[in-house]
């Protein structure tokens, strides 16, 4: 419908520009069309007039008056009027919203997806744990997020490769060995020799012990056999790693999480991609040496400070294998990349942007674009539960799928903007009643796959939905208008949603889709004596359930016949 108005205003401006009140060479200002707040104004306004005013040398009321009245006639437009200096308000016909209904059911799964990617390859990575220890919450709000990204982009046509980058290098795998080790040879927790950094999680005791026994996991198609040598910290260090590797995919898979790449940081160095990048930033002048150390004039692309790249012993700080990692993404064909990260990473997010920029390879500004994340306050019978069974220290995401599902977990973790703090009550999300967002959206679609039943119970015809469309004008009651209102919505919010890399949109639009849904069905009977009233009620149901179910799809959610 806004496509479908911003193209009626484009004529009157060419119009307009053909009768000489507006220039020929007019630069088009970026005007919006955007809905009503309040109905009683109309169903859209936009603001073109008011920045037409300027290259027009009018009033902006007179300008809104010339549009109005070059304006092409359009059967879904009932009326148009100008409010305050200059809004254009567009009234819209019922039919335009029986016309939008009728394309619900037209399109199908289809409906509300665009193609403003033009099939353009977009990298997303998300959750990119290390290999220590299951997923914890704060990873599944990361999976959450990141896979809702993705799958909205894919709905407006981009061409989108999941990533996840292992940081299989470092002090923390270091850890991860000789925590393993010391297990392996006995020692636990709090006893003497135990590493003082070491992992305290029983899950460590389980590596040790399948490393005995000489298990053999698979991880990345590669199978690793355990040892069984407890003296042997390389070969531990990467039965450890395969072994946590593994289960943090089958926690992705119980979360419905794939990806198409797999990205190892041991691999720039093995592949020499580190050295390379370091050298082209030494080719292109943005380095220098002092105190028998490297520095980047990070300063020279908004930094508050330059930065050391290699320390005066010779090794790296962290962020140059990130600036060599995301050049490898921009040499992989990647046109755009997002990263979601906790917001602890946002230290680092100025320098990595800056050392690709020092590259000069024709990275635009503003590549990689970053989605930050807060934390996640696990409560149950009101009290925050701080720790796991298994992990010791923490919450993993499997407690959270075992002790709620897959799909309110998901929920759950994507139902707030991702820069604000979440609390997740597990006791809210077990819950079946209408307190539970989750199950309020799913009833909303096995309520309409119920009435579906009845109808054959009572031996009634299927529904006709040609005819229910044709009778759509009986559709005007208050909940009737505002349910069709709700379903024309769907593919702007995709659009903001996608546009802004805001997944949550989606699970507030469904949660309020389905009140609208509820409130109908409270309000009016579905199946009565009347067949043309019925088939029209029940094909608008009809349509909202196809709305439901497509937007429980993009956030990786089930859509249940029955509840």
Not at 37 to 46: E, K, L, P, S
Not at 124 to 150: K, M, W
Not at 399 to 418: C, H, N, S, W
Request: aromatic share 8%.
């Amino acid at each position: 419908m806004k496509e479908a108005l911003r193209e009626l205003v484009l004529t009157a401006i060419r119009t307009l520009q053909a009768e000489a009140v507006l220039p020929a060479d007019l630069d088009l200002p970026n005007f919006v069309i955007e809905r009503a707040r309040n109905r009683d104004h109309g169903d859209f306004a936009t603001n073109a007039a008011m920045l037409l005013a300027k290259p027009a040398r009018a009033k902006p009321r007179d300008v809104a008056e010339k549009l109005v009245a070059a304006l092409p006639v359009n059967a879904a437009v009932a009326k148009v009027d100008i409010a305050g200096p200059g809004f254009i308000n567009f009234f819209l016909a019922p039919t335009a919203y029986h016309t939008e209904t009728a394309r619900i059911l037209a399109e199908g799964t289809t409906y509300g997806r665009n193609r403003s990617g033009a099939g353009h390859t977009v990298g997303v990575e998300f959750v990119s744990a290390n290999p220590t220890g299951p997923l914890h919450v704060g990873h599944g709000r990361a999976a959450a997020i990141g896979d809702c990204i993705a799958r909205l982009l894919e709905a407006s046509g981009w061409n989108v490769k999941r990533e996840f980058y292992y940081n299989d290098a470092g002090v923390q795998i270091q850890n991860l060995a000789i925590s393993t080790q010391a297990r392996a040879r006995g020692v636990a927790p709090g006893d003497a020799g135990w590493p003082e950094d070491g992992y305290r999680g029983d899950y460590i005791a389980d590596v040790a012990r399948a490393y005995l026994t000489g298990d053999t996991v698979i991880a990345d198609g590669q199978a690793i056999t355990g040892a069984k040598n407890p003296d042997d910290l390389e070969a531990i260090r990467h039965f450890a790693v395969a072994c946590l590797r593994r289960e943090q995919d089958l926690d992705l898979q119980a979360f419905g999480v794939g990806f198409d790449v797999y990205f190892l940081e041991s691999s720039l160095y093995t592949d020499g991609k580190v050295e390379e990048t370091v050298r082209e930033l030494i080719a292109h002048g943005h380095t220098y040496e002092e105190g028998g150390a490297l520095w980047l004039r990070t300063t020279d692309f908004g930094d508050d400070k330059d930065r050391v790249m290699r320390k005066s012993d010779g090794t790296y700080t962290y962020f140059v294998p990130d600036v060599a990692y995301h050049r490898s993404k921009w040499l992989r064909g990647y046109e755009r990349a997002i990263t979601e990260l906790g917001s602890d990473h946002h230290g680092s997010l100025a320098r990595v942007k800056a050392g690709l920029q020092a590259l000069d390879c024709g990275i635009p500004n503003g590549w990689p674009e970053y989605v930050l994340h807060q934390m996640v306050t696990v409560m149950r019978g009101g009290e925050e539960v701080k720790i796991s069974k298994r992990a010791g220290s923490y919450v993993t995401l499997r407690d959270l799928i075992d002790e709620v599902g897959r799909d309110a977990t998901r929920y759950f973790l994507i139902a707030r903007k991702g820069d604000s703090q979440l609390v997740f009550d597990i006791d809210l999300a077990r819950s079946q009643s209408n307190d539970n967002p989750v199950y309020y959206i799913q009833y909303a679609h096995a309520r309409v796959c119920r009435v579906l039943e009845e109808l054959a119970e009572r031996g009634l015809p299927p529904v006709d939905t040609q005819a229910g469309i044709a009778q759509m004008a009986r559709l005007d009651s208050e909940p009737e208008q505002i349910l069709l209102t709700e379903l024309s919505r769907y593919p702007e919010v995709v659009e903001t949603a996608a546009n802004n890399l805001e997944p949550h949109l989606i699970a507030q639009y469904l949660r309020e889709l389905a009140g609208a849904l509820h409130s109908y069905y409270h309000e009016h009977k579905w199946i009565v004596d009347d067949a043309a009233l019925r088939h029209a009620r029940i094909t608008l149901a009809l349509a909202t359930r196809q709305v439901i179910r497509n937007g429980l799809d993009l956030l990786g959610l089930s859509a249940p016949e029955k509840m």
